[in-house]
């Protein structure tokens, strides 16, 4: 016979299941994050010189391009799209840029404008592809992404370009802290700002969700598809510009491959490539995961080609966690 003050097993076990259920939302929520913080841990028992403040502005330097790219293409995950065209933009907005300064003598300020908005263009073709001319995202930022990279290449004749000062600057310092951090900060918040307090941000959660509902309720899904690859576009220029700041010098094949970078900081921060769901927060810690692996790589001088490996293993485990997570919602 069972006393008053005795737990049983079972009542023991529905005990226990909150207390699991609370821990499995929380990795499943922070698993990016979690995962990030024992990476540092483990990479600085690896090697001391990993948590010095100079390597970690290096991996805040490292990380502002490809976090930056991965905010506009957190836009575009989140209404269930892709682009894969925004590291040939961000190499097309940096060469018209620097194009322009050099060879036709515009202001460097104005020059700067326009490899913004070089970007925002590339993106509202992309966007009116997907939304008027109803082909697949895939299709339509793959044929950008070959028309941007091969207008790069005519524009400069496969030469770098040197860049103007006002873009040089956003590869330099303001006294210790790196332009290129002070930037990513910008764009992040930005992102976040977009995505949580405005209507765009949450008509973009409702495409993503379900676009004939969206279209039932009366958003305009077309015209916010179109604000969506605009966007990434407008952060694809940007980031361009940041890496010609760099530089100083706008370079024919710079950015190459970036987008793949981009779209795994975004899953690898709990977006899914479903739709409906992805936050800038998340794409941060991503995209910060990402440089760190990188650095840590490095600094314990691991062959590039291995790297590229572990890269590879860390996207595959985020969307598989991604399809877990599904299946169990």
């Not at 994050?33 to 600085?44: E, H, Q, R, Y």
């Not at 179109?226 to 220029?237: E, H, R």
């Not at 710079?254 to 409906?276: P, R």
Request: aromatic fraction near 6%; charged fraction near 10%; proline fraction near 4%.
């Amino acid at each position: 016979m069972t006393s008053a003050t005795e737990t049983t097993p079972a009542a023991k076990k529905s005990l226990s299941a909150p207390r699991h259920s609370k821990i499995g939302h929380f990795l499943a929520e922070n698993g990016a994050l979690v995962g990030l913080v024992v990476l540092c841990i483990a990479l600085f028992i690896a090697t001391p010189n990993f948590l010095t403040t100079q390597n970690l502005l290096n991996v805040g330097i490292q990380s502002a391009t490809t976090a930056i790219l991965a905010f506009g293409m957190t836009f575009v995950i989140v209404t269930a799209g892709i682009d894969l065209a925004v590291g040939s933009i961000a190499a097309l907005g940096a060469m018209v840029s620097a194009y322009m300064f050099t060879n036709i003598g515009l202001p460097g300020f104005v020059t700067l404008l326009i490899g913004l908005l070089v970007g925002l263009l590339a993106g509202v073709i992309s966007g009116i592809g997907v939304a008027y001319g109803k082909l697949p995202a895939f299709i339509a930022t793959l044929a950008m992404m070959s028309v941007a990279r091969g207008l790069t290449l005519v524009l400069s004749d496969g030469r770098p370009i040197p860049t103007a000062p006002e873009v040089n600057f956003l590869g330099s310092y303001i006294g210790p802290v790196p332009v290129p951090v002070i930037m990513l900060a910008v764009a992040g918040v930005v992102c976040w700002f977009i995505l949580s307090r405005t209507v765009l941000g949450r008509s973009m959660y409702a495409v993503g969700g379900n676009l004939e509902a969206a279209r039932l309720s009366g958003l305009p899904v077309k015209r916010t598809l179109v604000s969506v690859y605009a966007l990434s576009g407008l952060f694809a220029g940007f980031a361009g510009l940041l890496i010609a700041g760099r530089l100083s010098s706008a370079q024919p094949g710079a950015a190459t491959g970036y987008e793949m970078d981009a779209i795994a900081a975004v899953v690898i921060g709990g977006a899914s490539l479903a739709g409906g769901s992805g936050k800038a927060s998340g794409t941060l810690v991503g995209a910060l995961l990402l440089a760190v692996i990188r650095n840590g790589l490095n600094i314990l001088n691991v062959n590039s080609f291995w790297q590229q490996v572990v890269i590879g293993c860390v996207i595959a485990v985020a969307v598989g966690i991604d399809v877990l997570r599904r299946k169990n919602d």
